[in-house]
């Protein structure tokens, strides 16, 4: 089938994640009606609606590294894990060493966490739960050893500021998702790997006979999936000038996976949308937001989380959307 | 006797660790510690033989931790503030348990929905009831609580039995026969082979499967009980992340993660295996209790390669065998 060479139209089956996010942002601004409000001070953008993308900036970079990985029907429950360490390399090394350096130290132990997770997948033939389960059992630990079981904090403004600083007029963690979405979308979508990543997802083996390397492109999503995880890892730890290998990025693995789920892309694999699974994290922190503004105890959040699953899962489910079809048809 | 070596292999890393750990410490072997070591560990044992029985029919139940907070919450509430004697507590919670548990059982069988996702729902849902009961820790002052705690079972040799270790015992004894000796525990077994090729054998798939997470979630439920026994109160917070230390005793104890294979004494050992690594690590005093963690992922690392060179070895044996965990 001819395909366009780059094609950044929305996919028309966005449509509901759109409308949700749409939905929400009405209520949010019904309950705050300043929410919608946005002002510039000091040549940067500040309101209720900037602070959802900016706070939704880590879960977002966790779900573009997600996407992938499930549309290949694996998952990866380390990635809170991988947060973890990258952020207390960032902050261990922040004050010492240079922003460079740093950076690579983080994002590097972010793709060897990505890589081991994908060579017990594709070479060991390990099931994506039980590989990344290891990693996230042990990677907890190991961040604790790095941080010593303390705190680590550290005043390098520049590594901060890509958590709280601006770039051209939004906050820097807005910017460093926007940018990593157009990367991804130009690397999966600008050339073949999004169609054999969605192959290997509908039929490993199918795929492999036809050609497809299945090996090394599992690994190549987990190692991006690790990457991913790791930049997050560094805003996080960015934001709060500190980095706590107790509690960063803890449960963030199933905002990620709920993220991409909202996002229309199937646990069982095949077609995935990295925009649409964007804007399902979006939506998560959309909600999380609404509660805080609407005043309900914070303990409603996981209430509304769940139900908001169960929804999206049973508008997924092939029941009923069988249901649907058939109700479709009657009315022409 | 293929079937048997991951079991055999982790009861042997038991052994040989218990020992290393009676070795370095002199007072490591002694009933105290060892009676301990079932008390501490009661409550996972109880959570790990439900997920036992979900891991082997093919699933996977996320809920469990969240099920036992909501438990002690709900107990200590009702107990302390609504005044309900505890054994009417234990009765009406095991009965919300197991309707949940049914729930989420009929929402994956019915609407074809994946484990993972569907019970990933039951956490929130139910660590969420738990922080909209209450959000303080609770005590529980009730005499009863009092009693059972201070009950114990003296055996020859200066054992105490206690009423935690003894629920699990006889959990772990009565999910054993229940998975090995009667039709629902071969029906789970033919589950996590293939749940087409079971129904086609005329297995009532839906019932089996409901039932199974119906049993997960009452397994939750009585381990909250015996969790709110242990701390003599009820907490929102409490078993946090319980669920990752369940499945990661089942696999430590040969259940493999596909399905089908798996039997519930690996998962008791797993489960001391575990609570081995903790107690070493409080004996010790010197380590850092993040040592635990980075022990058991190795040790899950160990097993599962354990698992798959297996598998390997065996599909060699047998080329033209079934493509069965090709993916």
């Known amino acids: 089938m001819p395909r366009k060479a780059v094609s950044f139209v929305l996919p028309r089956l966005g449509m509901p994640q759109i409308v949700a996010l749409i939905i929400i942002f009405a209520i949010n601004s019904f309950l705050s009606p300043h929410f919608l409000e946005l002002r510039v001070q000091d040549g940067r953008l500040f309101g209720s609606l900037v602070d959802v993308f900016n706070r939704g900036a880590p879960v977002a970079l966790l779900a573009l590294g997600m996407a992938p990985i499930i549309a290949m029907r694996g998952i990866d429950l380390s990635v809170g894990a991988v947060m973890a360490i990258a952020g207390a390399i960032a902050a261990s090394l922040a004050d010492s060493h240079a922003l460079g350096f740093v950076l690579v130290c983080a994002l590097g132990a972010g793709l060897m966490c990505g890589l081991w997770n994908g060579v017990l997948v594709a070479l060991l033939g390990m099931q994506p739960i039980v590989a990344t389960l290891i990693l996230m059992v042990a990677g907890r630990g190991v961040a604790q050893l790095i941080t010593e079981g303390r705190i680590v904090t550290f005043a390098n403004t520049d590594l901060a500021w890509l958590g709280s600083g601006s770039l051209l007029g939004l906050p820097t963690p807005i910017v460093l998702t926007l940018a990593m979405l157009v990367l991804t979308l130009l690397v999966v979508r600008g050339s073949a790997l999004g169609l054999l990543i969605e192959a290997t997802g509908g039929n490993s083996r199918a795929s492999a006979l036809a050609g497809v390397g299945t090996r090394v492109i599992t690994i190549a999503v987990y190692a991006w999936c690790g990457l991913c995880a790791a930049l997050a890892g560094i805003v996080a730890a960015a934001d709060i000038m500190g980095a706590d290998a107790n509690n960063a990025g803890l449960w963030l693995e199933l905002d990620a996976i709920l993220a991409v789920v909202i996002g229309g892309t199937s646990l069982l694999g095949g077609r995935f949308s990295l925009v649409l699974a964007v804007l399902g994290a979006l939506i998560i922190q959309a909600m999380n937001t609404g509660i805080l503004l609407s005043g309900f105890p914070p303990e409603m959040n996981l209430i509304v989380k769940a139900i908001v699953v169960l929804a999206v899962l049973l508008a997924q489910s092939p029941r009923l959307a069988g249901l649907g079809l058939l109700l479709r048809r009657r009315r022409p | ?327």
């Open chain 2, 1 to 327: 006797m293929n079937r048997f070596m991951p079991v055999l292999a982790t009861t042997v890393v038991f052994g040989v660790g218990f020992a290393i750990c009676s070795l370095i410490y002199p007072n490591f072997a002694s009933p105290r510690v060892v009676m301990n070591l079932l008390t501490d560990n009661a409550f996972l044992g109880i959570v790990a033989v439900g997920m036992t029985f979900v891991i082997i029919s093919g699933g996977i139940d996320l809920s469990v931790g969240s099920v036992i907070g909501f438990t002690t919450v709900f107990l200590a509430l009702a107990i302390e503030r609504a005044g309900m004697p505890p054994l009417t507590a234990f009765v009406v919670v095991l009965l919300l348990c197991a309707l949940f548990g049914a729930l989420m059982g009929a929402a994956i069988q019915y609407f074809e929905l994946p484990a993972f996702i569907v019970t990933l729902a039951g956490m929130f849902l139910a660590r969420g009831a738990s922080f909209l009961l209450s959000t303080e820790s609770i005590p529980i002052t009730a005499p009863f609580y009092g009693e059972l705690a201070e009950h114990a079972l003296l055996l020859p040799g200066g054992f105490r039995l206690t009423v935690p270790a003894m629920i699990m015992l006889a959990v772990v004894a009565l999910c054993a026969v229940l998975l090995h000796f009667t039709r629902f525990g071969a029906n789970v077994y033919a589950l996590g082979g293939s749940r087409s090729a079971a129904a086609l054998m005329g297995i009532e798939v839906g019932r089996t499967t409901v039932l199974i997470y119906t049993l997960s979630s009452v397994l939750a439920g009585i381990s909250g009980i015996v969790f709110s026994l242990y701390t003599s109160s009820g907490y929102s917070l409490s078993a946090v992340g319980v669920e990752l230390d369940a499945i990661g005793a089942a696999v430590i104890g040969g259940t493999l993660l596909s399905g089908g294979h798996g039997f519930i004494f690996g998962t008791f050992i797993g489960v001391l295996i575990q609570g081995l690594i903790q107690t070493y690590i409080s004996f010790d005093g010197m380590l850092s209790s993040w040592w635990a963690k980075i022990a058991t992922g190795l040790l899950l690392f160990c097993f599962i390669a354990l698992q798959q060179l297996m598998l390997l070895v065996a599909r060699r044996r047998r080329p033209r065998a079934s493509g069965a965990g090709a993916r």
